[in-house]
């Protein structure tokens, strides 16, 4: 196997292209020298009686333009130029040229598959003139359109149409590759946001309990250290709650090749514990549930219990003394979600409350994509009474839909 890995890095594409362009220009040099000297009468008779000019040296021109065709690739036009220039010179010391206008035909095709059309349709015309010019100049059959020289149209634009069809399935080629690509940088984007997300929520309200239960700790050491071994307490609980679902999120990238984790995301079912890790922290939370739960799309249920765990870090970062209550809707066509604190609301630092989506971080900004990413919206500012409300309807579908078919079907008729 080795062997014949080498042998191909060996006998590579451009070791290959200089084989193919060393025998093309062998069959022009002895298909020249052939022109030159017929053998048959039938061949002899088209001079008209003179003596078929025998190309001797001229040779030279003939490997000339077909070796140029080496550098095809690289220099499309200047190679065209240079087989287009020995063909001239070859036609005009009044010699056949039949086998040589093969050159400058190939060098056309390298011209109109690398460059645009409307260049490859200059090009063509270009050559096209010269060779039909400098072969009737000194036809070596004593008239115009003898030789290659009817035969010249044809070569010209087989060349140029065949050059043509192959760039446009290059592009087509290209433009599906680069697709490919840009789709997947846009899925590799969309997966990082993701994750980020999901450490953000992790992290954030993890280290907001820590932050807040550590300065209880130290505050009540000294004269109550029961309330600071409580404070302890929840520190411990929740690092352990936060160090377990930065686990669950790590299992999933180790095992992005599997077909399903093996680690639930925490949903709508785990919102009493978080709950109680509120409580723990030393905010007051009650809990309410409306309607007659039914099971949620895995998507809409992750996205609830991230939009409750961000309103709730927020709260304990930002509120101060306060409480909280959630209150979790079930209806018939989305799910309700309203969080809101008696504190005194998220202050920017001048004074003013902070609206969705301009404050400093994340936070209100990842809620409000988690909601989008499926199909529902957040709303979160100033509560009507103080404090501050955090509003999601999520739809109880993948994606939002019309409940009346008739009413959907106006609805797309719609400009």
């Not at 490997?63 to 020995?86: F, K, Q």
């Not at 087989?158 to 789709?183: K, M, P, T, W």
């Amino acid at each position: 196997m080795e062997g014949v890995a080498a042998w191909q890095r060996w006998f590579g594409p451009p070791v290959r292209d200089a084989i193919i362009v060393v025998v093309v220009t062998a069959i022009l040099i002895f298909g020249s020298y052939g022109e030159g000297t017929p053998s048959s009468p039938s061949d002899r008779i088209q001079f008209q009686g003179h003596a078929a000019p025998h190309p001797g040296a001229a040779l030279i021109l003939v490997a000339i333009a077909g070796l140029a065709l080496l550098w095809r690739r690289r220099y499309p036009v200047t190679v065209l130029a240079v087989s287009v220039a020995a063909t001239s010179v070859y036609s005009l010391l009044g010699l056949v040229n039949g086998a040589i206008l093969i050159a400058p035909i190939l060098a056309l095709y390298a011209v109109a598959s690398r460059v645009s059309m409307r260049r490859a349709f200059v090009a063509a015309l270009a050559t096209l003139a010269i060779l039909m010019t400098v072969t009737a100049a000194n036809n070596p059959f004593g008239h115009i359109s003898g030789g290659g020289f009817d035969i010249i149209p044809f070569m010209v634009a087989a060349a140029l149409f065949a050059g043509i069809a192959v760039a446009n399935r290059n592009a087509y080629v290209a433009s599906i590759r680069d697709r490919a690509e840009q789709d997947a940088r846009r899925s590799l984007d969309e997966e990082r946001l993701r994750i980020a997300r999901e450490l953000h929520d992790v992290v954030a309200h993890t280290m907001a309990t820590i932050n807040v239960q550590a300065g209880v700790a130290a505050h009540v050491l000294p004269t109550r250290p029961e309330a600071a071994a409580e404070s302890l307490q929840a520190i411990k609980t929740a690092s352990k709650e936060g160090l377990r679902e930065l686990r669950a999120i790590l299992n999933v990238l180790r095992q992005a090749d599997d077909a399903d984790p093996t680690q639930p995301a925490p949903g709508t079912a785990r919102l009493e514990d978080l709950i109680a890790g509120a409580r723990r922290a030393g905010l007051e939370t009650t809990f309410t549930v409306t309607g007659d739960p039914v099971p949620l799309p895995s998507a809409v249920d992750l996205a609830a219990y991230r939009i409750i765990q961000e309103s709730l870090t927020n709260t304990i970062r930002h509120a101060g003394p306060a409480t909280a209550a959630v209150s979790l809707g079930y209806h018939t066509d989305e799910l309700r979600i309203d969080v809101t604190d008696t504190g005194r609301g998220q202050d920017t630092g001048r004074g003013q409350p902070v609206i969705a989506g301009n404050g400093g971080g994340h936070g209100l900004a990842g809620m409000r994509e988690r909601a989008a990413a499926v199909g529902g919206t957040v709303e979160a500012g100033p509560g009507p009474v103080g404090g501050f409300r955090v509003a999601a309807r999520l739809p109880l579908a993948d994606r939002p839909a019309a409940a009346d078919p008739a009413a959907a079907a106006q609805e797309g008729s719609q400009p």
